[in-house]
């Protein structure tokens, strides 16, 4: 099932009971090999999966910008560390560096990014469902799955191979 991007928020609120309880319970009683079946799930997902069709994540949200975030941009940008902060960023409630606005500013009419090559680590990892220890992300993955119908469909399918 691919959700249609406008029903994701609807169906992701819909399943968010059914998810955090599950969640809870892989908490509790983590199979030994989730990493692998996670990453699995994860593979053949974004094998069907073309990000540039959606974007929905770069439409939506900010990443995280880390010190190294930042350096690697700006001299992609040639610009100054400073200078990149200046222009683009603000610092959120966490202290943490983030987008001055959203849409993402590097992103292009055709959901390209301009920066891809040199992209934040957020951005990189994005929906994040491959990451070891996944049981320890469930809550930014519930997140998630409002944002990613990737997200969406891997928690479907890891709920079917792993009912707990």
């Known amino acids: 099932m691919k959700p249609a991007l406008n029903e994701l928020g609807k169906l992701a609120k819909d399943k968010h009971i059914e998810n955090k309880k599950y969640f809870d319970k892989l908490k509790k009683k983590t199979p ?7 990453q699995d799930i994860h593979d053949a ?3 069907k999966t073309d990000c540039l069709k959606c974007a929905n994540c770069c439409k939506t949200t900010g990443p995280l910008f880390t010190l190294a ?3 690697r941009v ?5 610009q100054k560390p400073q200078q990149f902060i200046e222009q683009y960023l603000r610092v959120d409630e966490d202290q943490d560096y983030v987008l001055q606005n959203v849409p ?10 301009f920066i891809y090559d040199v ?19 469930t809550d930014l993955t519930l997140k998630n ?17 792993l009912p707990l």
């Open 69 to 71: 975030d930042i350096e």
């Open 32 to 38: 030994k090999n989730l990493d692998y079946i996670m």
């Open 145 to 161: 799955v409002s944002i990613c119908p990737a997200a969406f469909n891997i928690v479907e399918e890891m709920k079917k191979k």
């Open 104 to 113: 993402c500013t590097f992103l292009d009419n055709d959901n390209a990014c």
């Open 74 to 78: 700006s001299k992609h940008l040639r």
């Open 45 to 47: 997902e974004f094998k």
């Open 119 to 137: 992209r934040p680590k957020a951005c990189r990892e994005f929906p994040h469902t491959d990451r070891k220890k996944f049981q320890q992300i």
